[in-house]
């Protein structure tokens, strides 16, 4: 069984793209499938691993969601959507991970100048 899960996990890991970092005024953007039934509406869902955090939010037919709505705390997060008719609902887009981020980054310190050595 371990061996199982470390394979599903470097499996997942290898697939996860570049983190992004963004600030709450952020907005998930996506397009409507190229195939299957009409869709009635579209689901965003948001996940955080610590502490773990689920929702979902129903946009309808807009094909943007701006974070603010989700009302997301500081932290790595992942980011997909689903589409939806009366019969039930897709499965989930790509997963985008993304770092949230409130404030800007402390100074820095220890700044220094000086002549550069002849070599």
């Given at each position: 069984m371990r061996k199982t899960w470390i394979a599903v996990l470097l499996l997942w890991t290898a697939q996860v793209p570049a983190q992004t970092w963004v600030s709450p005024d952020c907005e998930v953007t996506w397009s409507p499938p190229t195939e299957g039934a009409p869709v009635q509406g579209y689901r965003v869902y948001f996940e955080k691993q610590s502490p773990y955090e689920l929702s979902n939010f129903n946009v309808g037919l807009n094909t943007r969601f701006a974070c603010?709505?989700?009302?997301?705390?500081?932290?790595?997060?992942?980011?997909?959507?689903?589409?939806?008719?009366?019969?039930?609902?897709?499965?989930?887009?790509?997963?985008?991970?993304?770092?949230?981020?409130?404030?800007?980054?402390?100074?820095?310190?220890?700044?220094?100048?000086?002549?550069?050595?002849?070599?």
């Open positions: 603010a709505v989700a009302n997301l705390s500081t932290g790595s997060w992942r980011a997909w959507v689903t589409a939806f008719n009366i019969v039930g609902e897709s499965g989930p887009s790509n997963v985008v991970p993304f770092e949230l981020v409130t404030s800007a980054p402390g100074s820095p310190v220890g700044v220094s100048i000086g002549e550069k050595p002849n070599l």
